[in-house]
């Protein structure tokens, strides 16, 4: 069973990082490209960031260019999100992604996201 847990959300201010971890189990974690997508109250998915499956390519999305780096380590089966010089949101739920086999854009499994509010 895909099992997608994140972690490291929280409340941090204006200006502020966080790293968001997500640990993979019940798949070849080494052999999917990975993705996080996030999503404020009351809005759809917005798709923040992707690494291929060898951590060799990564895309970001234009809101978050020069502010989030997106990371993984196989040999832990575990995706991260670096953030940075974080602007204001509040209850943005970030979710952990993967891919089918030999996709990057599209998603079939995700988590159950962990939540970020950026707030002085």
């Known amino acids: 069973e895909v099992q997608l847990v994140e972690s490291g959300g929280g409340l941090v201010q204006p200006g502020g990082s966080l790293r968001l971890s997500c640990a993979a189990s019940g798949f070849t974690f080494a052999d999917y490209a990975m993705s996080w997508v996030r999503q404020a109250p009351g809005k759809g998915l917005e798709w923040v960031s992707a690494?291929?499956?060898?951590?060799?390519?990564?895309y970001v999305a234009e809101s978050m260019k020069g502010r989030c780096t997106i990371s993984r380590d196989n040999a832990k089966n575990t995706l991260y999100l670096q953030m940075n010089s974080l602007k204001s949101e509040v209850r943005v739920v970030y979710y952990c992604a993967k891919g089918p086999y030999g996709y990057i854009w599209s998603l079939d499994y995700w988590g159950r996201g962990t939540q970020v509010n950026v707030s002085s």
């Open positions: 690494v291929t499956w060898n951590g060799r390519a990564t």
